[in-house]
């Protein structure tokens, strides 16, 4: 067989994986559209959910070896209708959305939410329906401030669920050309298609309907702008993306060390870009809510954080992983210096974050696995992938198993 044979043999193998990649997704996430609409919600039956959810990843793992073979056209249209079948459901994978509604009529009435929980009797004002499906209902909000400015705009405009589904499907665009914008050039195409195609985005972002995209959006534009030299916007990004949720601050160290960017201009856009959206609050009663008790009365999912707890109190156990994140952190950043590698080191470090967090959910993971994506790192992306399944496999576990641990 001749040179152009064997390489017409091999384009043929790429594409035949890249369409049984794509058939695995499509079917299983259309098997688990269908499952939701019969059960009344995705863990109805937590084997089958567990079952075409891995069938979903496997097709994930195909098509990542093959994804340049598939036409961008068919990606988007493809992953336009995986998302599309998850809008009309109401959210079963998690009910933070409920926080997101209340938090937003809460301030139409007049109130400051980081001031009183839920089940407050001074909030019975506040006319919601679905206010006993709220979690956690003794603990105030810990949504940052400009998450809670949207909360806030949709109430407003009178929405919903589906307005904040539509709002974070939004996000969830802009990161996919995010994702191809920080990708180098010969990934760029491989990155877009399997962002679009990630199973777990989909499901977090379309079915659960977490505002984490937004965030991630955020990131992934400070990491591309700070590979491009453009630190005080770059700073601006990160620090919006730290008034949307905290975590992404923790990016803060990759950004400044290792020869990335220029202190003073990165400061002078991420400083009022975070601050600004809190001042409002603050003048009014308070930003900050029950976020100061993670990792000390309110626990759930953690991986070193429960392995420290063991032989340390709860203070002294968050103290210890926020000093190896730290640590860890700054020997990234260290080690992977320059501009170009910003991508790996922002992958590297928010998985880091994520591991010694005392409170991990599924959804934390779709910033590495963006980041991931983009550069390249594969660590980031398989942890992303399987995060649902040990969180969605817990409630039929027996009592006292976890499988995280």
């Known amino acids: 067989m001749g040179k152009p044979d064997e390489q017409f043999a091999r384009a043929g193998a790429a594409a035949a994986r890249a369409w049984l990649g794509l058939a ?14 019969s059960a009344g919600g995705l863990l109805g039956d937590h084997a089958r959910f567990a079952v075409l959810y891995v069938v979903s990843v496997a097709g994930f793992a195909v098509l990542a070896t093959a994804a340049a073979s598939v036409s961008l056209r068919a990606a988007l249209v493809a992953a336009v209708a995986m998302r599309l079948i998850f809008l009309p459901f109401a959210p079963s994978l998690s ?5 997101y509604v209340w938090d937003g009529r809460v301030q139409l009435a007049g109130l400051n939410p980081y001031r009183y929980a839920p089940a407050d009797h001074r909030l019975d004002v506040v006319a919601y329906a679905d206010r006993g499906r709220i ?23 009178h929405g919903g669920v589906v307005a904040l589904k539509v709002l974070f499907g939004l996000a969830d665009a802009l990161t996919a050309w995010a994702v191809w914008w920080l990708a ?37 534009l400070a990491a591309g702008l700070l590979r491009r030299g453009r630190d005080g ?24 060390v290792g020869g990335r960017a220029r202190p003073a201009r990165f400061l002078a856009g991420l400083v009022p870009a975070l601050v600004a959206p809190y001042l409002p609050y603050l003048l009014h009663g308070g930003a900050f809510g029950s976020l100061l008790e993670s990792g000390t009365t309110w626990l759930g999912g953690s991986l070193v954080y429960a392995a420290v707890r063991v032989v340390l109190p709860a203070g002294a156990a968050r103290d210890m992983c926020a000093a190896l994140f730290v640590g ?36 934390y993971w779709l910033t590495p696995l963006a980041l991931g994506l983009a550069s390249g790192t594969a660590l980031p992306v398989a942890l992303g992938l399987l995060a649902p399944l040990p969180e969605a496999l817990a409630p039929a576990l027996p009592a006292g198993v976890r499988p995280w641990r």
């Open 135 to 157: 979690n956690h209902p003794e603990l105030r909000t810990v949504y940052p401030p400009l998450a809670e400015l949207g909360f806030a705009a949709i109430a407003d405009l």
């Open 95 to 99: 009910d933070d959305v409920y926080r």
């Open 184 to 220: 180098d050039t010969k990934r760029r195409r491989t990155a877009l298609v399997l962002y679009l195609l990630c199973p777990a985005v989909i499901l977090q972002t379309w079915e659960a309907a977490h505002l984490e995209v937004t965030a991630v959006l955020l990131v992934v």
């Open 24 to 37: 695995l997704i499509c079917g299983a996430l259309t098997a688990l559209a269908v499952s939701e609409w």
């Open 233 to 256: 916007w770059a700073g601006v990004a990160l620090g919006l993306a730290g008034a949307l949720k905290l975590t992404p601050l923790a990016l803060v160290i990759p950004a400044l």
């Open 328 to 363: 860890g952190a700054i020997w990234i950043a260290r080690s992977l210096r320059g501009r170009p590698a910003t991508g790996r080191a922002f992958a590297w470090t928010a998985t880091l974050l994520v591991v010694c967090l005392p409170i991990v959910h599924a959804w």
